[in-house]
T-cell receptor, first 116, second 112 residues
Framework: GAVVSQHPSWVICKSGTSVKIECRSL??????MFWYRQFPKQSLMLMAT?????????EQGVEKDKFLINHASLTLSTLTVTSAHPEDSSFYIC????????????FGSGTQLSVL | QQQVKQSPQSLIVQKGGISIINCAYE??????FPWYQQFPGKGPALLIA?????SEKKEGRFTISFNKSAKQFSLHIMDSQPGDSATYFC???????????FGTGTKLQVIP
């Protein structure tokens, strides 16, 4: 099946710094990518929909200026957590649709962010 | 509000047994119902999915049963194995593979 690569798999940062997470579709072009957040033992909550060449669409309650999303190419979307604080610590997961493969959603392996 | 309710929250099954996870939805516009398997520290992986025009879909040991009138669907894992121990999420979306709404998850433990 299609592969979505997410990097880094874990990151520890100091409060106030910014962290960038990359999501790449390795063998298909993804016009749309999704970013999720997951707290321990909880479900995935959609944060935003990233569309190549246009602005991301954020879900209600998600701060646009806090979570910057860039989808500059058909194979790469990035999520930047700006001025991170301990409450931003979470597991972040990206997913991408393969438009040629029945448009199924494939997920990255996730990024565990810990803000000290 | 789009919601997908999932039960049970956790499940313990003996090796060789049948694991059953149930989900219910409210939005009749949903037209795609996937199930995902997630291991600790990993992203979800698509297991099996169904559309409302069929009542059952089977892939290997995994079967989805779908009841459109009741707005319920379930995952059956036959001959459950310890390697199946993971968290399972049901999900639903409308208009194809757009925004997916996830259930609350079921942590399955298969004991030898």
């Amino acid at each position: 099946g299609a592969v979505v690569s997410q990097h880094p798999s874990w990151v520890i940062c100091k409060s106030g710094t910014s962290v960038k997470i990359e999501c790449r579709s390795l063998d298909f072009q993804a016009t749309t990518m999704f970013w999720y957040r997951q707290f321990p033992k909880q479900s995935l909550m959609l944060m935003a929909t990233s569309n190549e060449g246009s602005k991301a669409t954020y879900e209600q309650g998600v701060e646009k200026d806090k979570f910057l999303i860039n989808h500059a190419s058909l194979t790469l979307s990035t999520l930047t957590v700006t001025s991170a604080h301990p409450e931003d610590s979470s597991f972040y997961i990206c997913s991408a649709r393969d438009p040629q493969g029945d448009e199924k959603l494939f997920f990255g392996s996730g990024t565990q962010l810990s803000v000290l | 509000q789009q919601q997908v309710k999932q039960s049970p929250q956790s499940l313990i099954v003996q090796k060789g047994g049948i694991s059953i996870i149930n989900c219910a939805y409210e939005n009749t516009a949903f037209d795609y119902f996937p199930w995902y398997q997630q291991f600790p520290g990993k992203g979800p992986a698509l297991l099996i999915a169904i559309r409302p025009d069929v009542s059952e879909k089977k892939e290997g040991r995994f079967t989805i049963s779908f009841n459109k009138s009741a707005k319920q669907f379930s995952l059956h894992i036959m001959d459950s194995q310890p390697g199946d121990s993971a968290t399972y999420f049901c999900a639903a979306s409308s208009g194809g593979y757009q925004k997916v709404t996830f259930g609350t998850g079921t942590k399955l433990q298969v004991i030898p």
